[in-house]
């Protein structure tokens, strides 16, 4: 059994690996990412987890630069939903979309190579568009969670307008209906003078 690599994180933002005994860059610590190794990023001064905040550093960096996988949409909506009842949602929603996704690529890269061998790795000419496979997925997944939650609050809307609490627009409570007596109608005929 392994055990998880420990990156101490210095005050002047070096990265110190504790297995390698030498410092390393974040590009390095991107290809641990992608080596599928453990490790976690600690604060050299106080042993603070900072795991997250380099991986997101790392996806910053990556965003910037070359081909970005998160349209400015897509960033926005994920930004909406900080704060939001959905956000545990739709951070479980993402993150199994991620997973799903990164299997179903597994199953269909195995299959290949049963099929027709060893694949040579796809190369993409400079200049050309590279394609933007799962930035297109989970866009397309968290607009359905969308349009999902967003038909949900209408079905509600419309369930509960009969009550006298419910306002049409949903904003703004209805005023309280008041009984009051009716008038009884005039009678036909003969009036007294």
């Known amino acids: 059994m392994s ?4 990156i101490k994180k210095y005050p002047n933002r070096r990265l110190y690996d504790t297995e390698t005994s030498t410092y390393i860059t974040l590009a390095e610590v991107k290809e641990l990412v992608l080596q599928y190794k453990e490790f976690q990023v600690q604060d050299a001064k106080t042993g603070d987890d900072l795991t997250r905040s380099i991986l997101l550093q790392i996806i910053l960096e990556e965003e910037s630069g070359g081909v970005p996988m998160f349209s400015q949409d897509m960033l926005a909506n994920i930004i ?3 704060g939001h009842a959905m956000q545990g949602l739709m951070g479980s929603y993402l993150e ?6 990164h299997e179903a690529q597994k199953r269909f890269q ?11 790795k796809m190369s993409f000419i400079p200049g050309q568009p590279i394609p933007n496979v799962m930035g297109g997925y989970l866009e397309k997944g ?3 969670v969308i349009d999902m939650q967003e038909e949900l609050r209408s079905q509600a809307l419309k369930l509960f307008s009969g ?4 306002a049409a627009n949903g904003n703004e409570p209805a005023e309280p209906v008041e009984d009051k007596p009716k008038a009884k109608p005039a009678k036909k005929g003969r009036s007294k003078k």
């Open 3 to 6: 055990s998880v690599r420990i």
């Open 80 to 82: 909406r939903y900080y």
């Open 96 to 101: 199994r979309s991620i997973i799903t996704f």
């Open 110 to 120: 195995e299959q290949a190579s049963t099929i027709y061998g060893e694949l040579p």
């Open 142 to 144: 968290a607009k359905a």
């Open 163 to 166: 009550f006298p609490y419910a």
